[in-house]
């Protein structure tokens, strides 16, 4: 018998914990449920990082749990909410430490992924599971549950808040010029393979300077691959066209950069759904990982997607051989993006009818 699923319900608790770009995909789904129930409280479980970017967000209590903490952490926040019962528990983070995270939390009903979409047995922990969406999008996925719950207008929306003084971190930077950003690295996790070419995005910045008159911001953290490729594009480029402000931002000010670009150019990493997020046009750079369910979704006519040829190359299989989402973990994988290939979908977006004026900014929170 099947768990039965609040009709009106009072506090929903959402775990999702990380990682940056599916946090921003998740929103629309929180927007939902507040469409259907404005009463309701929303509590929302989430990493610190993530929880950095969406800080402020309307309508939402935030619980931070912080990675690091491992099973310490977990025992302080199930001590913060050990008073509160959930009427509902949308667990959205395939992971096993999502999971036992879950265990120490209220809820009279949990809701989890199908089978087919559940990994790391993920299904175990939950009551009840979505209906079967085979070949989803991310955000659709985390659509999914406010459907499954009844929610009936599932319009996209984020107003995500970025505050003054994040618009003040990113006018220092970049004062009144044009630009577009240009976050060249993905997380710098083991056998990630999402990074393009010095060489290619240098040749994007020349293309963008001499074309349209726009510098380009490169961004992203303070590891050592990310000051490496950043001081590479550097050297490869003329000093006038560029901006570098990697390790330079905090998140809500990355936020608030993105918001003023004109374009956003980034391998499949947190900046590319950040960008779909706040309206900014966005060329996604993807070899490694499926677009057609990881690319920024409001602009997916402008990814990149050599996908289907990496498979093919690396994998040595056709796309309906492969799991859904299944990642080609090669280290030359994204050789295989042309400069050619990103200048045209650049072009494509800045010569857009509906393309932005330059003097368009974004109302500051």
């Not at 929880?51 to 619980?63: K, P, T, Y």
């Not at 910045?205 to 590479?232: D, I, N």
């Not at 330079?248 to 004109?262: E, F, M, P, Q, W």
Request: aromatic share 8%.
């Amino acid at each position: 018998m099947k768990h039965p699923l609040p009709a009106q319900p009072r506090h929903i608790a959402v775990l999702r914990l990380s990682a940056l770009g599916d946090v921003c995909n998740l929103v629309p789904t929180v927007r939902a449920l507040q469409r259907q129930w404005p009463d309701a409280r929303i509590t929302w479980i989430i990493g610190k990082a993530e929880h950095s970017l969406l800080a402020g967000l309307s309508g939402v209590e935030f619980v931070v749990y912080d990675k690091a903490s491992g099973l310490a952490g977990m025992r302080r926040l199930w001590r913060e909410l050990s008073a509160t019962r959930f009427d509902v528990l949308l667990h959205m983070q395939q992971a096993l430490r999502a999971s036992m995270l879950s265990l120490g939390l209220k809820a009279k009903v949990r809701v989890g992924y199908d089978k087919a979409r559940a990994k790391d047995a993920q299904h175990w922990f939950t009551h009840r599971q979505l209906e079967p969406h085979p070949r989803a999008h991310v955000l659709e996925s985390f659509l999914d549950f406010a459907r499954l719950l009844g929610a009936e207008d599932l319009s996209l929306e984020w107003d995500l808040p970025v505050p003054a003084e994040a618009y003040e971190e990113a006018d220092a930077l970049t004062g009144d010029a044009p630009y577009l950003l240009m976050s060249p690295c993905a997380n710098p996790r083991l056998r990630n393979f999402r990074n393009w070419s010095a060489e290619g995005y240098a040749a994007v910045v020349e293309h963008a300077w001499a074309q349209y008159g726009l510098k380009t911001v490169l961004t992203g953290g303070g590891s050592t691959v990310e000051r490496e490729m950043g001081e590479r594009i550097v050297a490869l480029s003329r000093p006038e066209a560029m901006i570098d402000a990697i390790g330079a931002t905090s998140l809500k000010g990355l936020l608030a950069l993105i918001a003023r670009a004109r374009v956003v150019i980034a391998p499949d990493s947190g900046p590319v759904h950040m960008g779909n997020a706040m309206g900014t046009p966005v060329v996604g750079l993807f070899a490694t990982t499926n677009p057609d369910r990881a690319a920024p979704y409001r602009w997916r006519d402008y990814v990149v997607n050599r996908y289907p040829d990496a498979v093919r190359t690396y994998l040595h299989r056709e796309l309906d051989e492969i799991n859904w989402g299944q990642r080609v973990r090669h280290a030359d994988a994204m050789t295989l993006i042309r400069i050619e290939d990103v200048i045209g979908k650049l072009d494509a977006l800045m010569t857009r009818p509906n393309e932005r004026k330059e003097e368009e900014r974004p109302d500051e929170a």
